[in-house]
């Protein structure tokens, strides 16, 4: 292994007699570079999009939500409140679909009512006011300076529905608009935020009856509170997103790997003209008693430094390129958004998985080269 790696650093660095060798190598080599530092790039600013994805949903979504495990609703009384509070922020919320109507315009929506500080900015008096995310907002009209109020329907579940008049089977309260929040992800879009007393109202649960608990204050605690709950923490409250991520950034992967596959192939072609042209050094190998498998292993080797020497460039021009950036912001984002410069951030895994996939390619290349050229001789 000493001689074989010994000769094929010597072939690396010397002076070939044909120049096209030496510039179709560093096309070899610059070619992994550009693809190493395009797959720590593209990755980085993936996870700085992720990062701000998943910053954006743990802002909204608690730590914990807690769900009947049959039903819609439980009673507050049925969990150890006062334990949980000692470890968190207890918010009970009771959330089901409602028709609205506004103005002349009505549809269906997801209201939640909420309890604790949360719903005092949503009492002026003894009137109810709401926050609609701006999906409903957009299709109802709705705008919070005018003095129209919007009216919440619920079929009444102890009346009976009568074709001659079907809204004496419908509870209905009023609430007067007075925000349109923004809404990061599509969950919120159609959301309507009102004090949890009018959903009681409305939906004629009783005073301590939720559909769940929120928890915050503490992500990765341990919780058991028996069957008769289901406990949903960040990431199986939209469990959809982070999977959707995961396999995102798992394609994008995939897709350069297979760019830097196609450009490895220069490899081959550097390969096959520097076996031609060291014709004599092999003849003259093999009558100082090297066999077939020394020379492909030193022509393979060969191939593999040229691999490595550009996968080595690549990660380090790609790692600085992703901490100048993260630093300075030099590259920025096109309109407005949340940011102004393109987010990345720099993850080991992504590093580590880029460098093996990186220099097992350029190995299998390289000994797929040497040996294909070398058995037609």
């Known amino acids: 292994m000493k001689l074989s790696l010994y000769i094929a650093k010597r072939y690396l660095f010397a002076k070939k007699s044909h120049n096209v060798i030496n510039i179709i190598s560093a096309i070899s080599a610059t070619g992994m570079a550009i693809g190493t530092a395009a797959l720590i790039i593209i990755l980085s600013v993936y996870n700085g999009f992720d990062n701000i994805i998943r910053q954006n949903l743990s802002e909204s979504d608690p730590d914990y939500l807690i769900l009947p ?7 507050g009384s049925d969990l150890p409140l006062s334990a949980l509070a000692e470890t968190f922020s207890i918010s009970g919320i009771i959330e089901e679909s409602v028709f609205i109507t506004y103005g002349g315009n009505q549809g269906f929506a997801k209201a939640r009512g909420v309890e604790s500080s949360d719903s005092s900015s949503l009492w002026l008096g003894d009137i109810a006011r709401a926050k609609f995310g701006p999906g409903i907002a957009s299709e109802l009209g709705i705008n919070p300076r005018f003095v129209e109020n919007a009216f919440l329907y619920f079929p009444d579940r102890n009346a009976k529905f009568s074709p001659v008049n079907p809204e004496a089977a419908l509870n209905n309260v009023r609430v007067k608009p007075v925000d349109i929040f923004t809404s990061t992800t599509e969950f919120d879009n ?3 935020i009102v004090p949890i007393e009018l959903m009681r109202t409305l939906l004629g649960y ?8 929120e928890l915050r204050g503490r ?10 709950f289901v406990i949903l923490d960040r990431y199986h409250q939209h469990p959809e997103i982070y999977k959707m991520m995961k396999y995102e950034k798992a394609a994008i992967y995939l897709i350069l790997i297979f760019i830097v596959i196609i450009i490895s192939l220069n490899i081959f072609g550097s390969l096959s003209m520097l076996i031609i042209e060291k014709q004599g050094d092999i003849d003259t190998l093999h009558a100082l008693g090297a066999d077939d498998k020394l020379i492909r292993k030193i022509f393979a080797l060969e191939g593999w430094l040229i691999s490595l020497l550009g996968m080595v460039s690549g990660l380090v021009v790609g790692i600085l390129t992703v901490v100048i950036q993260s630093r300075f912001g030099i590259v920025k984002l096109p309109g407005n958004y949340l940011v102004d410069a393109y987010p990345v951030a720099l993850q080991w895994t992504d590093v580590l ?3 093996a996939a990186v220099t097992a390619i350029g190995f299998i290349i390289s000994l797929s080269a040497g040996r294909n050229r070398l058995l037609s001789r």
Do not use: H, I, M, P
């Not at 495990?69 to 009673?75: A, H, L, P, R, W």
């Not at 009783?206 to 608990?213: C, K, M, N, W």
């Not at 605690?221 to 008769?228: E, I, Q």
């Open 69 to 75: 495990s049959e039903g819609k609703t439980f009673n």
């Open 190 to 192: 159609d959301l309507v």
């Open 206 to 213: 009783g005073e301590d009856e939720f559909t769940a608990v």
């Open 219 to 228: 992500a990765g605690a341990a919780l058991d509170l028996g069957n008769d």
């Open 353 to 355: 998985l880029t460098a």
